[in-house]
């Protein structure tokens, strides 16, 4: 059999290039053919993930050992490279610093005419499908094959890869028996995974005994000796390596560590943070060229008997194509500490839907795609999928080396929206309604939802209006052609009485601060104070029950909406002017209690590239998330009694004490998704908290036109978990509850509204 599906020709289609209408149909199109293999993969890799991380005996701790590794050898890389270009042709090999693809193409190509190869065995590398050498090598005769199962079956169906550790993830077991048989016509088509698995195995092995050139990636490099790692599934690697006499490593400069002995926590973290294995079924450490002899395959008896290593050849080409460039590159530097684990591809309600042919560039996939493929590729191929980033940062944790990958996306599309901004139109136009610190010409929509402080004030003074007229068919029409906002979603209502307003009109404080246990801001972020003013005013009322002294000063928006447009420069502002309305207070020793679990994420995540370091330390120390706050004070000795227990009232939970509750995925990340079920637990409730990470409303993220059936996807399988509840449905964040609105038909409550006294 010849290998003769071109590799890198086509396959899947990216959205690039496609407009609004084009993006949703492409995206449609997934989810029907490849969104039901992605989600059961991703999913079951993550629950692989829970279980072998939680048997460690300390995670944190190995990540933060990765991470610092990492950090350190980036910082050397010009060393490293010096160091393993000494080591590996002391040991009989040669390397080559390719500049780009082309150059590092070029070089393959010659090693491959040089020793005349007619075929190449290839393990799976990411790296080189970067450089796309398999049609380098095709243009000039060989017959390049894979020999990665998922490769190979992607190879045979002309497709690209969907995932970074599983390239056929979005493929069906029956897909690739249908594949099989046509391909191949076998008397007896395999169909089962075994059956399946040893038919590639059997096609393959004689693939291989013909080869003349292996090439393999590398997870790691040590500098100071040549060795370096091979982590597969299969064993293919080694296999890939020993059956040729000439062995290509393609790999990015950024696989180089210092020593062996700077593998080990890798070793431990790639498996379970990628498959949820504890180890990888096959991790190889060769030290090329190696020096077991060259099989025979036409000797079936002793294969090896005539055979010596001492004609093998070894070719390091180290990759550059733009990493070093990223390493200077203060926003993208952090991609180069990426060890390719999947992780936060597969932690990501986006990517579980739709996989890496909508979430992905020319060769990388998932969250922190858009990092290699800025630096790589350039801003327009990082544009085609960054925004299905939505900065929900259920990635964050998962990554074994601690990359801000939410970050990584946001500073990107900053760097896009100015790209594509024309500095020399004014927007005069909506200069009051978007008095943002961007240059002029940003898409209309992305200016809206970034200025939605602003927005939210004009809604609320002139909120009869306004609010009939979002509800208005043909002003929806136009919103939805014109910004992309879904008519299908419904828009905040705004208040008439803003929480600052309210908390004025009846007279302040209502706890005096000489009575006072503790003294307390609470912050009115945008939805509280115009939008849900009630979880604002039950906020105020537990507090008060609790002995608290509040005040809800009249303070900006947080910027979280401009950080999700990428507006990086008005969410700067905006940090800064929210820390000079808060500074006072916590210089006064008061607490800030934060309704709006997106707001706390930000203060204590984003707030630190913001702000100088004391300023962003004191005020993360100072916030706290309403229910974390709360548990506190019962903690310190605060009386449940003044709260509202389950069987008392006539409110939302008056029916009985039984709670479905759903945590806000940014709560999760900075941790304090959990005191809600702690309060509602010591006040007797009984809880059931959602297994899903992500509603998928994201902020604007489900407003949009084009990714609404995305988002409501990603909701499914929360509406599964609570659709059918007779449980009392309760969410903290204002994006959630719209989502679980739509899910569900019917508004969640605020977990402050379950336990704050009545009115
Ligand atoms: S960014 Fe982190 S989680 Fe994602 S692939 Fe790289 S190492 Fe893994």
Same mark, same amino acid.
């Given at each position: ?16 290039? %496609? ?136 190879? #045979? ?9 599983? &390239?056929?993830?979005?493929? *069906? ?13 076998? =008397?007896?088509?395999? +169909?089962?995974?075994?059956? #399946? ?14 080869? !003349? ?40 400069? +950024? ?33 090329? &060229? ?5 099989? =025979? ?129 004014? =927007? ?45 068919? /043909? ?49 009115? =972020? ?16 537990? %507090? ?10 009249? %303070?900006?928006?947080?910027?979280? &909406? ?35 679990? *997106? ?40 009386? /449940?009694?003044?709260?509202?227990? /389950? ?76 659709? !059918? ?35």
């Amino acid at each position: 059999m010849s290998s003769d599906a071109e590799p890198g020709s086509g396959g899947a289609e990216a959205t690039s290039g %496609l407009d609004r209408e084009g993006k949703a149909d492409r995206i449609r199109e997934l989810l029907a053919t490849e969104g039901d293999a992605v989600a059961a993969n991703t999913r079951g890799f993550n629950e692989g993930r829970y279980e072998s991380t939680g048997r460690l005996d300390d995670y944190e701790a190995l990540k933060e050992e990765a991470r610092s590794i990492k950090e350190d050898a980036i910082e050397r890389l010009p060393d490293l490279i010096d160091e393993v270009r000494e080591t590996v042709e002391a040991n009989g090999g040669t390397v080559y610093l390719a500049d780009d693809a082309a150059d590092a193409n070029r070089y393959i190509r010659e090693v491959a005419a040089e020793r005349g190869a007619e075929r190449a065995v290839k393990s799976k590398s990411m790296t080189s499908e970067e450089i796309e050498v398999n049609d380098a090598l095709a243009a000039d005769g060989v017959d390049v094959v894979e020999t990665d199962l998922g490769e190979w079956v992607l190879q #045979l169906a002309d497709e690209e890869p969907s995932h970074i550790v599983a &390239p056929a993830i979005h493929k *069906s077991r029956e897909g690739i028996a249908e594949l099989f048989a046509e391909r191949f016509d076998p =008397d007896d088509p395999p +169909e089962t995974a075994e059956e #399946l698995t040893m038919f590639a195995r059997e096609r393959l092995g004689e693939l291989v005994e013909d080869a !003349d050139l292996g090439m393999t990636g590398a997870n790691f490099v040590a500098a100071d000796s040549g060795t370096m790692l091979l982590v597969t599934s299969e064993g293919n690697a080694r296999k890939t390596v020993t059956a040729t006499d000439t062995h290509v490593a393609v790999a990015g400069v +950024e696989k180089l560590v210092p020593t062996v002995e700077e593998f080990s926590p890798f070793v431990e973290l790639i498996g379970r943070s990628g498959t949820g294995q504890d180890v990888t079924s096959y991790i190889s450490t060769l030290t090329p &060229p190696v020096d077991s002899p060259v099989p =025979d395959f036409d000797d079936d008896g002793e294969p090896l008997a005539d055979g010596t290593g001492d004609d093998r050849e070894f070719h390091l080409v180290l990759i550059d194509n733009g990493r070093m460039a990223m390493r200077d590159d203060e926003e993208l530097k952090e991609t180069l500490y990426c060890i390719r684990c999947s992780a936060c591809s597969n932690a990501c309600g986006n990517f579980q839907s739709v996989g890496g042919h909508a979430f992905g560039g020319e060769t990388y996939s998932g969250g922190i795609a858009t990092g290699w493929e800025a630096g790589i590729e350039g801003l327009d191929v990082a544009s085609e999928f960054n925004d299905l980033c939505t900065g929900c940062s259920r990635c964050v944790p998962a990554c074994p080396v601690g990359i801000d990958i939410p970050w990584i996306n946001t500073a990107v599309r900053d760097r896009i929206n100015r790209g594509e901004a024309d500095p020399s139109q004014l =927007d005069w136009a909506f200069e009051e309604l978007v008095p943002d610190e961007e240059p002029g010409g940003l898409d209309l929509a992305t200016r809206l939802v970034g200025n939605y402080a602003t927005l939210a004030k004009w809604g609320h003074r002139t909120a009869p209006i306004a609010n009939r007229l979002a509800d208005a068919g /043909p002003v929806r029409a136009v919103a939805e052609r014109v910004a992309g906002i879904d008519r299908r979603r419904d828009l905040p209502e705004f208040a008439n009485e803003s929480l600052v307003e309210w908390f004025e009109a009846r007279g302040g404080p209502a706890v005096p601060a000489a009575e006072a246990t503790r003294e307390a801001v609470v912050y009115p =972020d945008t939805a509280t104070n115009y939008v849900d003013v009630e979880r604002g005013k039950a906020t105020v009322r537990a %507090l008060e029950a609790l002995g608290v002294h509040v005040r809800v000063p009249a %303070l900006p928006g947080s910027g979280r &909406p401009p950080l999700s447009q990428g507006m990086v420069a008005t969410a700067e502002a905006a940090a800064e002017d929210v820390y000079a309305g808060l500074a006072p207070h916590v210089d006064a020793g008061r607490d800030v209690v934060v309704v709006e679990p *997106s707001d706390l994420a930000t203060f204590r995540r984003e707030y630190e590239r913001f702000l100088p370091p004391d300023s962003h330390e004191r005020l993360a120390d100072a916030s706290y998330d309403v229910m974390e706050y709360v548990f506190g004070l019962l903690e310190s000795g605060g009386d /449940p009694a003044a709260l509202r227990a /389950p069987a008392g009232g006539t409110g939302p939970v008056a029916s009985g004490k039984r709670i479905a509750y759903h945590p806000h995925c940014q709560a999760r990340t900075i941790g304090v998704g959990e005191y809600a079920t702690a309060v509602f637990e010591r006040l007797g409730y009984d809880v059931r908290v959602s297994e899903t990470e992500c509603c998928g409303m994201a902020g604007s993220f489900g407003y949009k036109s084009e990714y609404y059936e995305l988002s409501m996807d990603v909701g499914e399988p929360l509406r599964e978990q609570f659709g !059918d509840t007779d449980r009392v449905v309760v969410a903290p964040g204002t994006s959630c509850t719209e989502q679980l609105d739509a899910l569900l038909g019917a508004a969640p409550t605020h977990p402050i509204e379950v336990v704050a006294p009545r009115e």
